[in-house]
């Protein structure tokens, strides 16, 4: 049903499959009143490209007249809407104006027959100043509603809403328990209360209680998100889906949206949108429009403003940027900054989605920039992958102006330290760099700007270093070198970085295998780096200059096989599969029966069969949770399939 | 000649008036290429609403042909541009391609000769790379050449460009040699290579060097700077013209300008703009097009970016919110990063231009927010002008997070400590705040996120108190008060309130002498905050309910006539000024004779004459230097008028 065309950590663009069309995410679906069409759905459809949109089947069943014309002509017809309609179901009705006169089997019934593609459960609302207690018991009730109608809904697709008010575990658990249950869609209910008080930070946990819960294969839906200032970061924490009625709501009060806010027209002191809808406005002919035209216009605006925000997300995502939009976007309000520095708290779990590299450079644009897991990553993996060649060390600081990679900027410098029997060590922004990993991504593709602020200053702080060094901190008297030549080991040190590149990427044992025996490098006559590996005369390693890691070669990866055991950089594909593997073909979730927990997007891994013989190596695309739980879609990019033996 | 309509610190929207017509400033001027005419200037008026130009007189007196019809038809019917026309001089292109065949004169008189309407000197280019005798050498050169120009301009206008290199001091130095020729605008020059090299540190510290030099009354045209990036930081610093090639130079490299940066058409993943230029375009059907359609349509992409821009960077000067703007803007890159850091060096420059109080809450974006003056000018006047009123203080926190103002938020806690004898002075990150403060602008109409960086923990470190309390920092402990009921001694409390913020916004004499005497306030029944104070039974001030300062009334402004010497607060106007003002009407710069050199933009201000007799009581506009230089606008906006004696 939903597949992953790309990615870029937990954001997604995704394909959404339903019986009325396919749905490309991000996607936000326009709230649709059937009373009041201030845009019609044809428009939305046609002018706007909106292909899905959501109406509440509450509404149109407490209309006589509506209600009617829904059962007879269905929902499509009576919205004239070509695409997908997702229905909701009554449950903010109920939570504001006391119990509604309809159960769950009920709407879920109606929805059905009227035609949605996908209905949504009579969930509860849970209020952010609900007790846990008061939480926990309503989420009971969301949960058998949710097991009912997914029972009972034949070929409509059913929204499954996570519930769980501001904590973090019952969102969890309220996702969790929805993984056995058989519903496509899920939201992330009650939280407009959230939004509307600005508590991003909050809005950022349940967010994330809701994913670790949620199985990775469903689209998730954040309901009620309708904002363009918000849409980036919910984007970057995994949601796929949002729906704004505001785009209509605002325009009947004057409100037009904006990327930086919402501003009402009667305080706007000029206008400075050239969209399709305001076209040649001035303030002055907005204002002056009759009623209903203006609501039109603005309504059409906020709609113009809501899909080039969700252009410009998708473009972030495939430039694999999506970081830095998102940190571009949160200055807007200091609730929304406060939201991304709530984000290091949750680093773990970012970590497991991060990918091992991107293309282009890191842009630092504050000390927000360091929530991005990337930076968790390296020291995580220099801490527990780096082998010290050397007893001590000699510091070097880059607080962000340093010239890059390392060895070019404080070239003589690096081989007096060698020379002098110690390793060169960059104090960084990411935290110590040896000499040898000063051309892996991020250390030598990031740009900080040159003046420091504090967060970076203790993280240049050579005084917290977690490498193993027996001495630490060893700092040569600059200067006293000058006059002196010293000698250059250029070869020995590209031996070492060879080495020390292994172990980062693949782990020590791993590394070890790889790089056992006589080790004879091929150079790049050109840039002077490291292109081959080759092991006792088996070229085991390739190296690519833009991010400084390896491709694995079949050669090493039999290597790994043999000598490093199961399930170090394994993903395990099921029998049938092995014979088209092994002849390059990508692998594909559906039959991947097995996978490392440790491995991240675009890491190199082995594919086996059951028996941990090797069927191919590639990247991976995914990680283990979603190569198991996805249906459709590549798990794995094969680069060499390997014939059977 | 040019008019300030409307500030923010140093931005400014203002109108130059031309004999081609009056230039709304900040103005950006498409460069034009007599020879190759991407999108022709008729359309740069009437489609974009362009109403200046700039073209190279050097260009078109090196074209045998086109010289000749310049000459003949002049350079407005030439180009077919209904507007402004500027010329440049080529200077650039003696500086590329050695030493031209023209000297200053030639080349003035020829843009007199084909109606430029505004000439360049033939300036010396400076090079970044340039030793410091080598510019100041040219510097020498340029002054010669632009006294020279100044000389033989007629009805035309010059342009004296500032010269320097990255050596502030020799920039502020050629600047302020020209503040007493004639010249009419002042281009920033030599500052291609700057941005060329993302150096946008060292391009803050010319333009502010060349600021400080410059006569405030002539628009600052900032050279060759025309990408959409950089605009709203270079405004920030008091620029009011730019000039653009890369439009169009660009577009003919397929290269597209967007906001946050220059993208290649080959490297774009997908097409996110609805410009009238792009309309409808896919990143497909763009690339398609036939090489000069899609030339035109770049480069037309290019110029609704960039109006776009200048549009948005108008309102947030109107909205006095531009710092937030350049806040955002600065994280495309982590070089503009640097130079919004950067600023906080020129805080003392800065201060001066900055306003007493804005519109609207201050939102904080990050810890480069700190570089705004406003932080200073707090700091600096609560160090001077604060007396405490007990010898020691209890100490209070906010990270940020805190509820606003904090009498509302420790309601309880400060009349306790009132009570105790201690002053609640509230540690945050304005610095400490004494409770008589905590409603000012912009203390309690400031936004920061609710999790704190490491400039924000420094600044709210209780040890670091510049008040002048005996003994510092007496913590109570927190609970104990919990069962006794205080005594709420609300009545002294805002006594002390009405005398801390007049101290603070008019310094202790004016203070001592406004608050002499028996004191009455007139609070608001619904708000509980103070509206008049009365001392011996005069309403002397008046207190704003939106920045919680006062403005001044007739009789407390005499008071200080009376008792504290000039100049404090003063502005002095010409004697046949004084009839006017002493009726109400404004103050304009051109009656200013002099003026106390510490008043900011938005101050209450004693208008005065020769003799220091009151005439008239406002708010500044400008301050000293601006007031003295400008010959048009409004020095101070009267409030009343004291009518003769």
């Not at 999506?322 to 609730?335: D, F, G, K, T």
Request: hydrophobic residues 40%; contains cysteine; charged residues 25%.
């Amino acid at each position: 049903m939903f597949e992953i065309i790309r990615r870029d950590g937990l954001a997604r663009i995704g394909k959404f499959a339903t019986r009325a069309g396919v749905l490309e995410t991000p996607a936000l679906l326009p709230v649709v009143n059937p009373k009041i069409l201030t845009v019609t759905p044809r428009e939305l459809y046609e002018e706007f490209g909106f292909r899905a949109l959501i109406t509440n089947s509450y509404i149109i069943r407490s209309n006589d007249d509506i209600k009617q014309r829904a059962e007879n002509e269905g929902l499509h017809s009576l919205l004239d809407f070509p695409g997908i309609i997702m229905t909701d179901s009554g449950t903010f009705q109920s939570h504001m104006y006391g119990e509604v006169e309809v159960s769950n089997q009920d709407i879920v019934n109606f929805q059905k027959r009227i035609g949605s593609d996908i209905g949504t459960v009579l969930d509860i609302f849970t209020e952010p100043f609900w007790t846990e207690e008061e939480t926990a018991a309503s989420i009971s009730v969301t949960l058998e509603r949710t097991k009912e109608a997914a029972s009972m809904k034949d070929d409509m697709m059913i929204a499954g809403v996570v519930q769980g008010s501001v904590y973090p575990h019952l969102r969890e658990m309220c996702a969790h328990r929805m993984r056995d249950m058989d519903v496509n869609v899920h939201p992330i209910g009650g939280v407009v209360p959230l939004m509307e008080q600005y508590r991003y930070e909050e809005l950022v946990d349940v967010i994330i209680a809701s994913k670790k819960g949620l199985s990775p294969d469903r689209p998730v839906h954040l309901f009620g998100a309708g904002h363009p200032m918000v849409l980036s970061l919910a984007v970057l924490l995994g949601c796929d889906m949002f729906d704004s009625a505001s785009y209509a709501k605002f325009a009947r009060d004057d409100r037009m949206m904006f990327i930086d806010g919402t501003y009402r027209l009667e305080d706007m002191l000029s206008l400075d949108c050239k969209c399709p809808a305001c076209g040649s406005h001035t303030l002055e002919t907005l204002r002056k429009l009759p009623d209903k035209e203006r609501t039109r216009t603005i309504a059409r605006h906020n709609l113009y403003e809501i899909t080039k925000e969700l252009s410009i997300i998708k473009r972030y995502i495939l430039e694999g940027r999506l970081w830095e939009l998102v940190e571009q976007r949160c200055r807007a309000h200091p609730a929304l900054l406060g939201a991304l520095r709530k984000l290091s708290e949750h680093g773990e779990f970012l970590e497991r989605y991060e990918p091992l590299s991107r293309d282009g450079a890191m842009f630092y644009t504050g000390p927000e920039t360091y929530s991005r897991p990337v930076f968790r990553r390296y020291l995580e993996r220099v801490s527990e992958r780096y082998v010290p060649r050397t007893k001590s060390m000699e510091s070097f600081t880059d607080n962000g102006g340093c010239g890059k990679p390392y060895l070019r900027e404080y070239h003589k410098e690096f081989v007096w330290a060698r020379r002098e029997g110690r390793t060169p060590v960059v104090m960084s922004p990411f935290g110590p760099v040896p000499e040898e990993l000063d051309e892996i991504y991020p250390i030598a593709q990031s740009l900080f700007p040159q003046i420091a602020d504090m967060e970076t200053e203790k993280r240049i702080d050579p005084s917290d270093n977690p490498l193993n060094f027996e001495t630490v901190t060893v700092t040569a008297i600059r200067g006293s070198h000058e006059d002196a030549e010293p000698i250059d080991t250029t070869e020995g040190a590209l031996v070492d970085k060879a080495k020390a590149v292994a172990r980062y990427q693949f782990g020590i044992a791993a590394a070890n295998t790889l790089m056992s025996g006589k080790i004879e490098l091929v150079v790049s006559r050109n840039t002077g780096k490291i292109r081959n590996v080759i092991s006792d005369g088996e070229h085991v390693l390739s190296m690519r200059a833009g991010d400084g890691f390896y491709t694995l070669r079949p050669e090493g990866a039999a290597r790994i096989i043999k000598n490093v055991p199961a399930p170090h950089m394994r993903v395990t594909v099921s029998d049938d599969a092995v014979p088209f593997v092994s002849e390059g073909k990508n692998v594909f979730c559906a039959f991947v029966t097995g996978c490392d927990d440790n491995i991240r997007p675009m890491e190199e891994v082995l594919v086996v069969d059951g028996n941990d013989r090797l069927a191919a190596v590639g990247r991976a695309v995914m990680v283990r949770d979603e190569m198991l739980s996805f249906r459709k879609g590549v798990a794995v990019k094969v680069r060499d399939g390997v014939g059977k033996s």
